[in-house]
């Protein structure tokens, strides 16, 4: 049975990434919120005249049309929304980590609203706020809960007790923090886990710890896919 064509209209979007094809068009990749990730053909969007040309730019908003029936659908209408800060610096490169997770981690056409409503936040607090740390790490526990991965960061994962915040804890992927014995590492507080479950960041070992256990738990759902912002990020740093 043939796939019916479909067109769509006004569709709320970011763009997460685009590349050459062809001569003069692009392959854009989309976060919209009704539909999930798109790829989009953008014909002739590489073409001085185009008006398309200014408008293909990440963490814009957009409104966006598309039509057809295959894989890789055409973009056929782009409208900017506007209101979006540009971002700068080190909040321009933790955008496109965003992004490339996003890339990474949605299947297609896969839609969440919510989240999608989280990322436009989380564009609008990176542009606004020197808290990157913290903005992330609420960024990527709320994106990994709405794939159905929501971490454990209350309850002791062997006993069922509330997790204490004067113990350290290690913890398992599949399971959650459990109370930490000898020399096994890596460990994490109990009050890093009380604080990313309440989304407070101000602890600078809550940050430390926070970022060491969302790159586990990330690295376990990504398998062996590399995150190059992340590396970009790392080495930024040790400049």
């Avoid at 839609?111 to 607090?125: F, N, V």
């Amino acid at each position: 049975m043939r796939k019916a064509e479909t067109r769509l209209d006004a569709q709320e979007a970011f763009v997460l990434h685009s590349y050459p094809y062809r001569e003069t068009s692009l392959i854009v990749e989309i976060f919209s919120r009704d539909h999930g990730r798109v790829a989009l053909a953008a014909r002739g969007a590489r073409r001085p005249a185009s008006s398309l040309r200014g408008l293909i730019r990440p963490f814009q908003p957009l409104l966006l049309g598309w039509f057809g029936k295959s894989e890789v659908r055409t973009l056929h209408k782009a409208e900017w929304q506007g209101g979006q800060p540009p971002l700068q610096g080190m909040a321009l490169i933790c955008g496109l980590y965003l992004n490339e997770l996003l890339m990474k981690l949605l299947a297609r056409e896969d839609a969440h609203p919510g989240l999608y409503g989280r990322y436009g936040q989380t564009l609008r607090a990176l542009g606004q706020s020197a808290d990157l740390q913290g903005i992330l790490r609420r960024f990527e526990i709320e994106m990994l809960r709405e794939l159905g991965y929501a971490p454990n960061l209350e309850t002791d994962a062997q006993s069922g007790e509330p997790v204490r915040p004067d113990r350290d804890y290690t913890y398992e992927t599949e399971h959650g923090p459990s109370l930490a014995a000898g020399d096994i590492s890596p460990k994490f507080r109990g009050k890093t886990l009380l604080d990313m479950a309440s989304g407070d960041y101000s602890d600078p070992v809550t940050q430390q710890q926070s970022k060491a256990l969302m790159r586990i738990l990330i690295n376990h759902h990504l398998g062996a896919q590399p995150l190059h912002t992340r590396r970009l990020l790392q080495d930024l740093q040790t400049l």
